[in-house]
């Protein structure tokens, strides 16, 4: 059994802001956490490989710091990784201290990896050593299946691509390259990206700079008859057409909070395309301490506000003033009382453009044993009274029984859907930790209920990632020119 899938990024440029505007290195920190949480989550190849340049500046006094950023990142990967350093890298070794250093050739699923550092040439080309040119020949005739040659700068037949970047001699290595099964030449480099293209057996690709938008890294394919080649264009900026709205961003007072800073999550949210974003903050960490939050005090029936302990409200609106207009808007994420009630001061209401309910808790799943009948009695029971409320949106549906690790009652949904639509409150799609249940979600869409995306951003690369949400609505059968009928574009309203 041949073939395999790799997800190939490129061209990263961290570091400080350059001459460059196009590079936006001072978020790329930023971008490769959010590519490698989406590869974990939603991807799956068998191998991830970055072709060079992760560093604007390899040489900078700072590049210590930004290689172990980015290793720390690269740890995350459920996958092997393989790193290979670019022109702007500085030093092989300094850089290979702070990554693994691949092997030279090594084989996966039956496709044979070849990696090459090609010593720079004038106008930003390389040169493949003769030694080099030799191992890869040996390599082609030993191997009969695909081979996969790695390398930072494009490798291709001149004239046969518009990239002004080529191995200087790659007519040269090209023939070493010809031999029974396909070859893939894999480069970085070229921002623009260049286009997979085949000659007789032999496919060209270069992937596109992660720093530049769209910000977009390829996810590679070979076949399993490891005869062909394809290649799916990854993008971490939404499009720009669709105007979506992110309904739901945490700042540092959530106590799960990771690292949200009001500023950067809205100049993040115009880099991921977003039309908007609403703060939403847990409505109880406001107000409780975090041991009194962690136990549900807020939860009890008919509870009381701590009197003089409102001063975490107070600094959360006024973190957030500096950053609302027209695209940010506060909010609020309620949370609610056995009973259903909104654990809300009316002077934080009457500050919110959007307000979310939310259920976090159920009496019943407290329990060692939950009766699940029981539980789904108590959610419709606080449901009903919340969505009465006058609530824009219900935040995460039914999340509740999945952080119990219980199943979700399917009964739950048709009432659910039918209070929704009587009081006109959106259903968010909700992803983080989390998975929406497509079946509610079809439910609502045949109930005319409105939708809401919500990222739940805890940390900020999590701002705007809506590939789930756009993933789950085109399963659904909604095709994109009626999002902004369907979803709230512009936040509440
Ligand atoms: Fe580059
Ligand atoms: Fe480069
Ligand atoms: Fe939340």
């Known amino acids: 059994m041949v073939g395999l899938k790799i997800a190939v990024l490129s061209d990263l440029h961290v570091g400080d802001p350059g001459p460059i505007e196009a590079r936006r290195s001072e978020i790329a920190d930023v971008l490769l956490l959010r590519a490698i949480h989406r590869i974990n989550r939603y ?5 991830t490989v970055l072709l060079g340049d992760l560093l604007d500046d390899g040489q900078a006094p700072e590049a210590d710091r930004w290689r172990r950023t980015i290793r720390e990142t690269l740890d995350l990967l459920d996958t092997p990784v393989v790193v290979l350093p670019g022109n702007h890298d500085g030093d092989i070794d300094a850089f290979y201290r702070d990554f693994p250093r691949p092997p030279s050739a090594f084989t996966l699923n039956g496709v044979r990896f070849l990696v090459f550092f090609d010593p720079e040439e004038p106008g930003w080309n390389a040169r493949r050593t003769e030694q080099d040119i030799r191992r890869l020949a040996g390599e082609r005739r030993a191997h009969a299946g695909p081979l996969v040659s790695l390398q930072h700068v494009p490798l291709f037949p001149p004239g046969r691509a ?27 480099h070229e921002h623009k990206g260049m286009q997979l293209f085949r000659q007789d057996r ?17 996810m590679i394919t070979i076949g399993d008859d490891g005869k062909d080649v394809s290649v799916h264009d990854e993008r971490l900026r939404m499009p720009d057409e669709l105007r979506l709205f992110d309904g739901h961003v945490h700042t540092r007072f959530a106590y799960c909070g990771e690292n949200m800073v009001v500023s950067r999550a809205v100049s993040l949210a115009r880099d991921f395309g977003l039309a908007g974003l609403g703060f939403a903050e847990h409505s109880a960490h406001l107000y409780w301490n975090r041991q009194d939050c962690g136990r549900g005090a807020y939860a009890e029936p008919g509870v009381r506000i701590p009197a003089g302990k409102h001063l975490r409200a107070e600094d959360y609106f006024a973190a957030i003033e500096p950053a609302l207009g027209p695209q940010v808007v506060p909010g609020l994420e309620a949370d609610l009382t056995y009973a259903g009630e909104l654990v809300l001061r009316p002077k934080d209401r009457a500050r919110c453009r959007l307000l979310l309910a939310a259920v976090h808790r159920l009496p019943e799943l407290q329990t060692p044993n939950p009766d699940l009948d029981k539980a ?11 969505l009465s409320a006058g609530v824009d949106v219900l935040a995460h549906p039914f999340r509740v029984f999945r952080r119990s690790r219980q199943p979700i009652p399917e009964k739950l949904y048709a009432p659910t859907v039918r209070l929704l639509r009587e009081h006109g409150v959106a259903a968010e799609i909700n992803y983080h930790t989390n998975e929406p249940p497509e079946a509610f979600v079809r439910l609502c869409l045949d109930a005319g209920v409105r939708l809401a995306f919500g990222s739940d951003s805890h940390n900020l690369y ?8 756009l993933a789950l609505l085109e399963r659904c059968g909604v095709p994109p020119s009626d999002l902004s009928e369907i979803l709230r574009p512009g936040g509440p309203g």
Do not use: K, M, Q
């Open 43 to 47: 991807l799956h190849p068998d191998l």
């Open 162 to 188: 518009t990239c002004p970047y080529n191995l200087v001699n790659s007519p040269e290595v090209l023939r070493a390259l010809r031999g029974p099964g396909i070859s893939l030449t894999l480069s970085g």
């Open 202 to 218: 032999l496919f060209f690709a270069a992937t596109p700079a992660l720093c530049e938008v769209p910000f977009r890294f390829w």
């Open 376 to 386: 789904a009695d108590e959610f419709l029971h606080i449901v009903s009274r919340a």
């Open 462 to 469: 999590e701002v705007g990632e809506f590939r789930p949400h």
